[in-house]
């Protein structure tokens, strides 16, 4: 079964960085999009930014200039390098990818495939 792992969450002080990172494994034939969200304490999952194979990349309002959304097709991986973080970035990041894969000898294809996601508190 095809998994994601989100890493690289942590405590941070507002205007500081992190790194996300968040790997597919398991019978993997091809990823195509892939993408990050993110859920604050009371609020709906909401998109943070998506990268299609061919490297073009969209962001949500909020986090443009500050976010980088890139991508290691070789590894199966996304990355989410984030900057200048805000209290208001605080939540749970959560990353999808598009994927076919196979189970059983037979192809399947996915595009609601999610991570356990991880922790991200910045701090005033």
């Known amino acids: 079964q095809v998994q994601l792992v989100e890493s690289g969450g942590g405590l941070v002080q507002a205007g500081g960085s992190l790194r996300l990172s968040c790997a597919a494994s398991g019978s993997i034939v091809n990823i195509n999009a892939m993408g990050w969200y993110r859920q604050g304490p009371g609020k709906e999952r909401e998109l943070v930014a998506t990268i299609t194979t061919g490297g073009r990349t969209n962001y949500a309002d909020s986090v443009k200039g500050r976010f980088t959304i890139s991508r290691d097709n070789a590894k199966n991986t996304v990355y989410l390098q984030m900057n200048s973080l805000k209290p208001e970035d605080t939540a749970v990041y959560y990353c999808?990818?598009?994927?076919?894969?196979?189970?059983?000898?037979?192809?399947?294809?996915?595009?609601?495939?999610w991570g356990q996601g991880t922790q991200v508190t910045v701090s005033s």
């Open positions: 999808n990818a598009d994927i076919l894969g196979t189970e059983g000898g037979s192809y399947y294809y996915t595009t609601d495939r």
